[in-house]
């Protein structure tokens, strides 16, 4: 955030924003690891033969914390089962391509006004 003074005396605050982090993320839960977020990071990786990267590794205590939970993830039993879906089964010439309900995030600024007491 930088705040700057104008030629004609205004004064401009800037922010600058960034989303989510530049490592991919894994969650490890019960002794079994999946990606918590940077899937088209690592599905670009994988598509280029590129198989070992930094990753930030998060410890779960229960299986919500890993991320997979919600609509457009497998299932518990499933990700945690005996043959959980792997990255490379997405790059396989047998996977199938489907549309996906496509969402999106949005932030709101409010400003609001008040008083701050100015220190001499």
């Not at 922010?15 to 490890?28: I, K």
């Not at 930094?54 to 997979?68: E, F, I, K, R």
């Not at 089962?81 to 089964?89: A, I, M, R, V």
């Amino acid at each position: 955030m930088s705040l700057e003074g104008s030629a004609d005396g205004q004064t401009r605050l800037s922010v600058d924003l960034t989303f989510g982090s530049p490592l991919v993320q894994v969650a490890e839960f019960e002794g079994q690891f999946s990606l918590k977020n940077g899937y088209h990071r690592v599905v670009g990786l994988l598509s280029q033969g590129i198989t070992h990267a930094p990753v930030l590794l998060v410890h779960c205590a229960n299986y919500a914390q890993t991320g997979a939970v919600g609509q457009g993830f497998f299932a518990s039993h499933i990700m945690q089962g005996p043959k959980p879906p792997l990255l490379k089964h997405y790059l396989s010439p047998f996977a199938v391509e489907f549309n996906a309900t496509e969402m999106h995030k949005a932030i709101r600024f409010r400003p609001d006004e008040f008083q701050l007491v100015v220190p001499e």
